[in-house]
């Protein structure tokens, strides 16, 4: 579990009937982490030889950015298009829990070396399909 305090904006524009664009941009940042101890227990060594950031323990209470963006467009009257970006900067995924052994070794160096990410995430959607109104 964690607790923080999260910001978001959201943007809703209509250009008529046919068009929209939608923003949502949050921030939130965590105070805490339940398993953030088991970083700082860990062995210096063992975050190095996983690489692992020695800091990672810090990683896990830093700000994450969403910020997602949407324009629908009726093509037709049947025909719509949808595209969506989002960027996401999360420095270290939480849903990975680290697991440390009795010498203060890391456990699961793979996975907990593939939540840490030091760059942003980009993701982009196209999406095409069949809409009709009822009236």
Partial sequence: WDSGVELVAQYLKDFGENLTYTSRLSFYQPFNWSKKSVFEDASPDSLAAAGVPTDVADYTTTVD??????????????IAVQLYVELLYDKYDNTVVPEVDD???????????ASVRKKGQFKETLGIGLAYTFK
Wanted: charged share 15%; hydrophobic share 45%.
């Fill in 103 to 113: 010498t203060a070794m890391l456990e699961n160096p793979g996975p907990v070396a």
């Fill in 65 to 78: 950015i969403d910020w997602q963006n949407t324009v629908s467009a009726k093509v037709t009257k049947v």
